[in-house]
């Protein structure tokens, strides 16, 4: 039964990857995004972690998709130019890809860990529960937390900064 | 399922994330496979976590979380200020800072 469920999720957070980089609509794209991180959230649920599987979906795939969503709607379709600033980029891209999923896949199955040739042992009940991951946050990994948070302040407001209207910008909206 | 398939998995999902952005020219889709390689990242860090029964892994995969919720914000927020000035939306012609 794990396995359908393994198999259901990495083909659903494949194909949503490749249909990310393969469609040329952005639009498309975002909602192909969406796909694939619903499919990974429960592939996070496989592995026992509720929250973060929770979190995936609400944050991930509720918020900041919403937002991709909206500025994807304002910036409209871009198109892609045909010129390519290296030659052949299409075709050494993929390539360059392989090269890497080869890499990082001879550097798995050579490591010496013996424990990843096995599920993992048996956790106890609550592994992975907003209780025990909640209880971390605020007492192991404290400034992480804060340093996360305060992180966040300086995105929001930096956000803000960025994406004010100025009064030079009217002026080169009427000259171009 | 050994943690095995799931760390190679996400070493495809990596892969697929950094193809895009090799190949694709937009700054919002090359955002999009950022976002796909953070959570390949976020795969990994799970499969470990459920592989050594800790659960710090599972912290670190929601601080990815965070920072990748920051990066999205700051880069639409550049694409969205790039368009209101009329500026190409295409990252090879944002080489103004080029040496």
């Known amino acids: ?176 | 399922m050994d943690t095995s398939w799931y760390l190679v998995l996400s070493a495809l999902l990596f892969a697929v994330g950094f193809s895009g952005v090799l190949l694709r020219r937009s700054p919002l889709v090359i955002l999009l496979c950022v976002e796909l390689m953070l959570n390949a990242g976020n795969l990994a860090l799970l499969a470990m976590s459920r592989s050594l029964g800790d659960q710090d892994g599972q912290v670190f995969a929601l601080i990815v979380m965070v920072i990748a919720a920051c990066e999205v914000v700051v880069g639409l927020g550049l694409i969205v200020a790039a368009y209101r000035r009329r500026m190409p939306l295409n990252v090879d012609d944002f080489r103004s800072l080029r040496g």
């Open chain 1, 1 to 176: 039964m794990k396995e359908v469920a393994f198999f259901a999720g990495a083909i659903g957070a494949l194909g949503g990857a490749i249909a990310v980089i393969g469609l040329r609509n952005p639009f498309y794209s975002v909602l192909a995004l969406i796909v694939h991180l619903v499919s990974l959230a429960g592939l996070f649920l496989l592995l026992q972690a509720e929250f973060i599987a929770a979190a995936q979906i609400v944050v991930y795939a509720g918020a900041v998709m919403v937002l991709y969503v909206f500025v994807a709607a304002y910036v409209g379709n871009v198109d892609e130019p045909l010129w390519e600033p290296i030659p052949g980029q299409r075709f050494l891209a993929p390539l360059l890809g392989v090269a890497l999923f080869t890499e990082i896949g001879i550097a798995i199955v050579g490591s010496g860990l013996k424990a990843i040739d096995s599920e993992g042992p048996t956790v106890k009940l609550g592994f992975g529960s907003p209780e025990q991951i909640g209880k971390l946050l605020l007492e192991r990994f404290l400034v992480a937390f804060e340093a996360a948070s305060l992180l966040l302040l300086i995105a929001a407001v930096g956000a803000v900064v960025l994406a004010v209207r100025r009064e030079d910008e009217n002026a080169g909206e009427s000259a171009g």
